[in-house]
């Protein structure tokens, strides 16, 4: 096989700040190399705020399990390792012109999104032992601040491929079914900016 190289392409999406990207493979004889940051490179379009990851998490994820939607306090740069993954990114910051906004992407080895801090961030596995990796600008920290939203909010017409249990505590925390939606999100914001 002869050397094949995709390069480093980037697209915005409908939520302000929120980026797809296809990272950059070369494929040849032997397989495939995926580069999954270069700060020369990303930083041509990466926000000036993300300087450096201060953390790197790998989840693995049985097929049909769902995991978010989580905005903390820090801007994200997921992907998939291994697998296959329905991404949903919900925009719930409070000054951004795309408020309420929902995209979905299908993640695959080499399709990456950058996630703006305050936008949340979920996702359901497609394929057994699927691997979501995440890049973190800020260190987690329990108790830090953020919005959680359920992922069965119908509201935010979000067509799951593979339907959930909401009582199936393998498919969907208890804590993520419970979360709440986005209108009581957004309720409880504009009560806490206008006291």
């Excluded at 790998?58 to 291994?82: C, D, N």
């Excluded at 929902?102 to 080895?109: A, S, Y």
Aim: glycine share 8%; charged share 20%; hydrophobic share 35%.
């Amino acid at each position: 096989m002869s050397l094949h190289i995709d390069k480093l392409s980037v697209t915005d999406s409908k939520i302000e700040g929120l980026q797809i990207i296809n990272a950059k493979m070369v494929t040849e004889g032997r397989g495939t190399v995926r580069e999954l940051y270069r700060q020369s490179s990303y930083s041509s379009f990466l926000p000036n705020t993300v300087s450096a990851w201060s953390q790197v998490n790998l989840t693995r994820t049985q097929r049909g399990a769902v995991r978010g939607l989580h905005g903390e306090a820090m801007s994200k740069l997921v992907t998939v390792a291994y697998g296959s993954a329905f991404g949903v990114y919900v925009d719930t910051r409070v000054n951004s012109k795309t408020i309420g906004a929902v995209v979905t992407v299908k993640l695959t080895p080499g399709v990456q999104v950058f996630v703006p801090q305050g936008v949340c961030n979920g996702f359901q596995a497609l394929d057994e032992n699927t691997e979501y990796l995440y890049f973190f600008d800020n260190e987690w920290a329990p108790g830090m601040s953020g919005v959680a939203l359920t992922p069965l909010d119908a509201e935010l017409g979000i067509e799951w491929p593979i339907s959930i249990d909401p009582n199936n505590r393998e498919q969907i925390s208890e804590k993520d079914s419970k979360a709440p939606s986005l209108s009581e999100v957004l309720a409880l914001q504009s009560s806490k900016k206008n006291s």
